[in-house]
């Protein structure tokens, strides 16, 4: 399928012509890029996952914690063999906490090939339950049997207005808001996320356009609302980039309280995340088993055995 995207606006290194090489170096569906995996309970899915981070995304938003994943070959290069083996360690633990594979990034769909082939492999030959954690902005890549193969995806829906999606993805929303109507055309499932940014985010009608669009889709089980926090931070600073968000605070609880009520007028499913569970902050090792403090135990151990995330 052709890809049909808007050009990202230069900003970090994410030019359209930077995008387009990366997307052309894409073409054998036995390799990919990864930044870290690790197990996760409830926040990436339903039951404990085995999350996948795989490398390269064409957004650059300004909250973002893994700006270490947005580029395709920093990531570690990966057969898939070698990546099933290691999922394959895990799939009857997962499975028995009710859980599966969930792929996110970076954008999983920027590897679209080899992130096809891999679930299928992870359907048929483990017997794993699918999630996709995606932006949807590079939506248009997808054929219809790769949504066949995917139990749930976990859709963001960075803003609802087209003009503060830009401003916070540097591109534009379209591309995500056609991914949706497609999945619900289509008969999947989704969690829609949507980041609340005070000061960025959080403006009525934002919500209003994001809450409104939500609640024509079809396949929706829930609404989660992410509150801003600034645990990806440090990885700005450690990348020499600009972070723009420093002096934002958290969301208060009224204000988040009146965004979930926005979304709830709508008759949407809203589901609250905990700041500190509310996305992965993909750093891996101990800082990252610091932001996740109220793991269950099993799950809390198998994490600590994933912290180096290399796979050899
Ligand atoms: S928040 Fe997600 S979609 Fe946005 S730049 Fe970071 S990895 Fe990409």
Redesign the pocket.
Known sequence: MPLSITPVREHHGGSRAELEAELAQEGDPEIGYYHSYEITGTVNGPGVRFTLFLSG?????Q?????D??TLTNGRRVTMGRMLDEVAKYAEFVTTAHGGITV????PMLQIRFLEALLRRCKEDLGLHTAVDT?G?LGARATDEFLDLVDLFLL?I?SGDPETYRVV?SADLEPTLAFARRLSEHGNRMWVRF?LVPGLTDAPENVEAVASFTATLSGVERVEVLPFHQLGAAKWAELGLDYQLTDVAPPAPQLVRRVEDQFRSHGLNVVWERPERGRSSRSTGAAALANHHEWPTATHEVRQRTAAPTIS
Do not use: H, I, M
């Not at 909250?63 to 700006?67: F, L, M, Q, T, V």
């Open positions: 995304c064409p957004l650059r938003c909250y973002c914690e893994n700006a994943t947005w996110g990034g970076g954008e932006s902005f963001d960075k993805t980041v």
